[in-house]
């Protein structure tokens, strides 16, 4: 399958557990990648054909600045969700939603979750 891969989007959101995240809120990177049959665009030069990337950045920019999640799983479940219903061409989707500064003890560089979902027929 084709793939539009858009990577290491930055927002500022309120995800979290804790108060002081809900708070102060926090950085969160996302990626993703949209999966397609990209012959039609490739040949017909049209965007028509083919998926907007900055529509898909506004809409993910929506959630992930948007109203707050306990669970960046939530975040990432909302964005397949959104996605899979706004593009009509799009066949799946992979997310990723990272936390660069979770407020958790340790040595790491980041915490992520990542999800595959695929449309309903």
């Known amino acids: 399958m084709d793939k539009i891969t858009i990577n ?3 927002f500022y959101g309120y995800h979290g557990l ?5 708070k102060l809120g926090q950085r969160f990177y996302v990626d993703v990648e949209l999966m397609m049959d990209l012959k039609k665009p490739g040949l017909s030069d049209v965007m028509d054909d083919s998926i907007d990337y900055g529509h898909v950045y506004e809409l993910i920019k929506n959630i992930v600045e948007g109203e707050p999640k306990n669970l960046i799983e939530a975040v990432a479940e909302k964005i397949a969700d959104i996605l899979l219903s706004s593009f009509d061409l ?11 500064d979770p407020p958790i003890p340790g040595h790491y ?4 979750v990542e999800i595959t979902r695929e449309k309903s027929l």
Do not use: G, I
């Open 8 to 10: 290491r989007m930055e």
């Open 18 to 22: 804790f108060p002081e995240e809900n």
């Open 90 to 100: 799009l066949v799946a989707c992979t997310v990723k939603v990272t936390k660069p």
């Open 109 to 112: 560089q980041s915490v992520a």
